[in-house]
């Protein structure tokens, strides 16, 4: 009954969603989180204020998205109102018109690139309105970037799901090196289906066919040195495997080598003089700039936007804030539970990059008062509704972790590991996609499923460090289906209660991925 009660909230919410005339994200979210606080009031028979502890914790979680989804809107409508956009697409139609070069280049190489010093969803909010200025099908583009930000995410933000998701575990470095190796090594194998299955939900098999080669170079041009790093490195693979795949698919897309020739550049396209694409692809510019260097530890910035040195404490009744040297807001003893929250206000990809890119942007372009405070207002109101989305969205997370070990979701987790017993292996990378989809992070995964994975390894004779490249795996192919990315990624494009939609879209290739996992570990690693 425990487990039934604990699949049965999630399967409604899917239904909800999925059906016909489907129920938007911004109700069935909410109303699945009160279903499961009563449930864990009545059946599970959890604290009524560490629940309610819980809800303010999953409030405060919120502040993390849904500032970033903020961000990323404003960014993009500055980009719209300077004209950078309009200059983009001309520059890009000049590089190569062909839309597959377009897709390979913004939406693969480009955004492995932005996972890889970044995460947070950040790819897709900055590379999908790229896509659609480029004239592509808003809902189709979601889906796309969605199935695309996959392969680089047990990498991203700098490496943070491997080295930071595994840290309860307290493994070796050997083993988090041998954890990073084998992930990339499954990662390499999938990213020859992948794409191919993303380029389809935005162009047909016959485009594919036709531009094959391009698509197989700008593929390989990142994840050939993603795959090489990751045998002696886990915080780099994305970032420099996409930094070189983007330089490498820009150039050969510019001598048009493996693409049809269905798309000739047109003699007499408008030539764009260098410095007026510089100023143009200068906003990106800071925002990689900006992400790079508050991303890398070894620079010195990131230890101070993450510094956790107290520097006051206000006691407000409700719960304790601690500020921190970092204006990291700490929410200590929620409602008198031992239940803490945080926001990291200058960590966060909200603030630096996006509104502090565009404030300098601003300044730059000479925008007019009138022009910033339209886009502001009008990024303001297209986040209201995912606002009440993801609130609804982390209580239920928050609810579903209650419990340590007879938690929701570890009852999920612990009961599937029995049922398949020495069989593990054929499972292990969708227990990581069931925890990004709960939670919207494949760090989160790792840390909430990882100590599970260790366990039913050790207790099954199983590898510990393939069965936790599988979860890290798994994570980051959940991220397709995580309703938390499909809400953002929906939002930054404007498309309106499609999150079903999506989701249906999405959980084909996510499967997919999973079964190329298991097959590759079974051939080669198990």
Known sequence: MALFLSIFPIALLIWLMVKKNGMPSYIALPLIAALIYVLQITYFGNDFMLLNANVVSGLISTLTPITVIFGAIMFNRMMETTGCIDVIRKWLGNISPNPVAQLMIIGWAFAFMIEGASGFGTPAAIAAPILMGLGFNPLRVAIFTLVMNSVPVSFGAVGTPTWFGFAPLELSQSDILDIGRQTGFIHFFAAFVIPLIGLSFITSWQEIRKNFLFIGISVMSCTIPYVLLATVNE??????????????????????????KDYPKDPNAEKLPFAVVAKALAPLGMLIGFLVITRIKQLGIKGLLTDMTPLFNVPLGVFDLEVTRSLTFVFKNILGEAVNDRYQTLYVPAWIPFVITVLIAIWVYRIK??????????????????????????VMVKLMLVG????MVKTIGREFAHMAGEHWVYFAPYLG??????????????LTFGPIQQQIALDTGLSVTLILALQSVGGAMGNMVCINNIIAVSTVLDVHNQEGAILKKTVIPMFIYGVIAVVVAAIFLF
Request: aromatic share 10%; charged share 10%; glycine share 12%.
């Open 404 to 407: 340590g070990d007879a938690s």
């Open 369 to 394: 008062f009138s022009d910033a405070k339209a886009f502001y207002v009008a990024t303001f109101n297209q986040t209201k509704k995912p606002l009440l989305a993801l609130m609804g969205a982390l």
């Open 433 to 446: 996609a069931i925890g990004a989809f709960f939670s919207g992070s494949n760090t989160v995964s790792n």
């Open 235 to 260: 915080e780099f693979p994305s970032l420099v495997g996409g930094a070189i795949g983007l330089m490498i698919s820009v150039a050969v897309a510019n001598k048009g080598i493996g693409l049809s």
